[in-house]
């Protein structure tokens, strides 16, 4: 498969499972969370989805479309490791991360603090959606949407 391929499969998988989870998470209060705001892509189909939900954006440094920037206060920037400390507790319904970059020695890094840090935002029965495995046991893998291949994304419910 060419890696233009895989990008499109990998892209399909998210938006098929973000379109997924929707009345899941809308069973549990709480905001949402996207670690990797990126160009704000996967933030401006959260926002379509979740019109009534406060939904809080993290990366590094804002580079998002303008159309896709979330207000300030919603904003966090820095590195995700230490700025996620921060809302530890906060009881997410929804925690998205894309944080993934394809090469295996920093992801394998960011795999050291990212599964804790999802655990320790959602609340009891929050989803966290993923582009990197979350080993945890309190995160119950649900079963991905029809069409979607395991091991593409990550699906989670907090128990
Ligand atoms: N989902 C986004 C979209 O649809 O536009 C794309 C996210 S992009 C693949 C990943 C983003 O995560 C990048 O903007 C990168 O700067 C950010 N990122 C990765 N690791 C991070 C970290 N440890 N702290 C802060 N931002 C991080």
Redesign the pocket.
């Known amino acids: 498969m060419s890696r233009l391929d895989s990008f499109i499969r990998r892209?399909t998988a998210?938006r098929d499972i973000l379109n997924a989870i929707v009345a899941l998470v809308n069973g549990t209060e709480g905001p949402v969370l996207?670690?990797?705001?990126?160009?704000?892509?996967?933030?401006?189909?959260l926002r379509e989805h979740f019109p009534d939900r406060r939904i809080i954006a993290?990366?590094?440094?804002v580079?998002?479309y303008s159309s896709?920037t979330p207000p300030a206060e919603n904003m966090v920037?820095?590195?995700?490791?230490k700025?996620g400390q921060a809302f530890v507790g906060i009881g997410a319904a929804l925690a998205?991360a894309?944080?993934?970059?394809g090469h295996d020695e920093i992801d394998a890094i960011?795999l050291t603090w990212l599964p804790q840090l999802m655990v320790g935002v959602l609340a009891r029965d929050g989803i966290a959606v993923s582009?990197l495995p979350l080993e945890r046991p309190e995160l119950e893998p649900l079963p991905l949407p029809a069409g979607v291949k395991e091991g593409r994304y990550f699906l989670y419910r907090r128990t």
């Open positions: 892209l998210q996207e670690f990797g705001l990126g160009n704000g892509r996967t933030y401006d189909h993290f990366d590094r440094e580079r998002s896709s920037t820095g590195d995700i490791r700025s998205h894309d944080i993934g970059t960011t582009g």
